[in-house]
């Protein structure tokens, strides 16, 4: 038997999401900007934020000092010498030294994921 044509029930009136999604935009557009905004929040307030973490500097500093010398004296008789020493040490990536009138300084900068505790003893 074939339905009553009077009736107007149809499958395409009941259950069709894609429909009335279509025929109300503003609902779905409102659904959506609350899911944006609630996944906004929850970023914002529940997520930890670390603008700057620490990461360990792999830099070992030697300081010297002995008033009265030039800085061409404190170079030659202090930052080369521990500059050729400290080529030797293991994974070093660059040394560098700067020398004043009666004060020096070297710096060894270590390859990052060097274990730094070792390297201080080793300097």
């Known amino acids: 038997m074939s339905p009553d044509p009077g009736t107007t029930t149809t499958r395409a009136g009941r259950g069709n999401i894609s429909r009335w999604s279509?025929?109300?935009?503003y609902i779905i557009a409102a659904f959506y900007?609350?899911?944006?905004?609630?996944?906004?929040?929850?970023?914002?307030?529940?997520?930890?934020?670390?603008?700057?973490?620490y990461v360990e500097s792999p830099?070992?500093?030697?300081?010297?000092?002995?008033?009265?010398?030039?800085s061409e004296e404190m170079e030659i008789y202090f930052s080369k010498p521990i500059e050729e020493r400290m080529?030797?040490?293991?994974?070093?990536?660059?040394v560098r030294s700067t020398s004043q009138e009666g004060?020096?300084?070297v710096s060894i900068e270590f390859w990052y994921g060097t274990d730094m505790k070792k390297a201080l003893f080793d300097v």
């Open 103 to 105: 004060f020096s300084i």
């Open 22 to 25: 279509i025929e109300h935009p």
């Open 33 to 53: 900007l609350g899911v944006g905004l609630l996944a906004v929040l929850v970023i914002f307030f529940q997520m930890p934020r670390r603008m700057m973490p």
């Open 87 to 94: 080529v030797d040490l293991k994974n070093v990536h660059f």
């Open 59 to 70: 830099i070992v500093g030697v300081v010297s000092m002995m008033p009265g010398l030039s």
